[in-house]
């Protein structure tokens, strides 16, 4: 009888470089995978019209740690100064591997904030694009 084996799914590397940005999720919309760069601003438009509905109805700010590393993307919710971050009480928003980021977008106007489309589904063909603010803008260019 063969012995039962199985493979431990490797965690990022401890000596990789990981850059955090500290931002707010202004939020995100599931959108076709086909969505090309010429229709991004008004996904954009959407998800920043959407997001002040909410706030209208009931203000909440959701401070963001993006983690970008070679061997991935992270966005997981900001614990706070006073908290420490506990896996069992936050989780991530989303993770995913960089060759997943199909689309960046700057917007010219308001430097201060950027999108990225990430291919999620490719059976269903679908994508999410996010869209995230920075306090400081120049946080953006550095991304970008």
Aim: glycine content about 2%.
């Amino acid at each position: 009888m063969e012995p039962i084996t199985f493979t431990a799914r490797k965690h990022p590397l401890p000596n990789e470089v990981s850059v955090d940005f500290g931002l707010q999720l202004v939020g995100s919309l599931p959108v076709h995978s086909l969505t090309t760069m010429p229709m991004l601003p008004w996904v954009v438009a959407e998800v920043r019209r959407l997001s002040r509905q909410s706030t209208r109805k009931a203000p909440v700010t959701k401070q963001v740690r993006l983690c970008v590393s070679p061997s991935g993307l992270r966005c997981e919710p900001e614990p706070g100064r006073s908290q420490q971050w506990d896996p069992l009480i936050y989780s991530s928003i989303f993770e995913c591997k960089p060759q997943r980021v199909h689309k960046l977008i700057h917007n010219s106007h308001d430097p201060s904030y950027f999108a990225c489309l990430i291919k999620e589904d490719a059976v269903h063909r679908q994508s999410i694009c996010y869209v995230f603010k920075a306090d400081d803008q120049t946080k953006c260019s550095s991304l970008l």
